[in-house]
Nanobody, 119 residues
């Protein structure tokens, strides 16, 4: 079992920035797609961004041009740089690592970190 540890959430004013981090010391993560999802009150969890081990990225339309996802050299930590934050970005952000390795499916979630954008 892999426990993903998240950090970096908090309260920020509109237009501000935050950087989220998530990872674990498990080499398995380097073979999985890692990403971020978010869930606002009363809404379903939605994709924010994903990053493959090869560096291919995918973003929700609502965050393109404002958020940047990246991974460390070991590919076991994923970051989400969030700039030009808006009140609609307020949500609990969840880290995810998923994929199939040697026929075995993996899907891990972090505990969630609160991001609040408010003046």
């Amino acid at each position: 079992q892999v426990q993903l540890v998240e950090s970096g959430g908090g309260l920020v004013q509109p237009g501000g920035s935050l950087r989220l981090s998530c990872g674990a010391s498990r080499s398995l993560l380097s073979r999985l797609v890692m990403g971020w999802y978010r869930q606002a009150p009363g809404k379903q969890r939605e994709l924010v961004a994903t990053c493959t081990s090869g560096g291919n990225t995918n973003y929700a339309d609502s965050v393109k041009g404002r958020f940047t996802i990246s991974r460390d050299n070991a590919k076991t930590t994923v970051y989400l740089q969030m700039n030009s934050l808006e009140p609609d970005d307020t949500a609990v952000y969840y880290c995810n690592a998923a994929g199939r390795v040697v026929g075995i499916a993996y899907n891990y979630w972090g505990q969630g970190t609160q991001v609040t954008v408010s003046s």
